[in-house]
């Protein structure tokens, strides 16, 4: 995935009128394609996506049904954050993932959280 396409994505995945179901697709699509990251500059990927992950993780409603489309939608987020590469690059954006991680923890189900903890 080269930059412009994550652009496109940052954009489709911020957009409220766009379906969860779509926004879904986007981000498995994302999550297929992180090894992809590495040969990317990898500090523009994150500047695009790392705001709108926290954003998707902070407005999408948390769900109790493992089959929700909310639920699926925060895990794949957390299950991409979770395979960033951790690097000094990430350093910047640490303190603000920590934050939205606690109050992941604090808010969802087990195995969201569980997730949550691996990141």
């Known amino acids: 995935m080269d930059l412009q396409n ?14 969860n179901s779509v926004k879904l697709a986007i981000l498995n699509e994302l999550r297929d394609g992180i090894e992809i ?5 990898y500090s523009n990927y994150l500047e695009l996506l790392l705001p ?10 948390v769900s109790f ?3 929700d489309i909310n639920q ?9 954050c979770h ?9 910047p954006w ?11 923890l604090e808010n969802d189900n087990e195995d ?5 903890l691996k990141v």
């Open 83 to 91: 395979r960033l590469p951790q690097t000094e690059v990430l350093k």
């Open 65 to 67: 049904h493992s089959q």
């Open 37 to 41: 990251v590495q040969s990317l500059d």
């Open 6 to 19: 994550c652009q496109v994505s940052a954009l489709r995945l911020s957009d409220d009128s766009v379906d």
């Open 52 to 61: 709108v992950f926290i954003q998707l993780l902070n407005s999408v409603d």
């Open 94 to 104: 640490v303190g603000e993932l920590i934050s939205c991680l606690m109050q992941v």
């Open 112 to 116: 969201v959280a569980s997730l949550a």
């Open 72 to 80: 699926k939608l925060r895990m794949v987020v957390l299950e991409i």
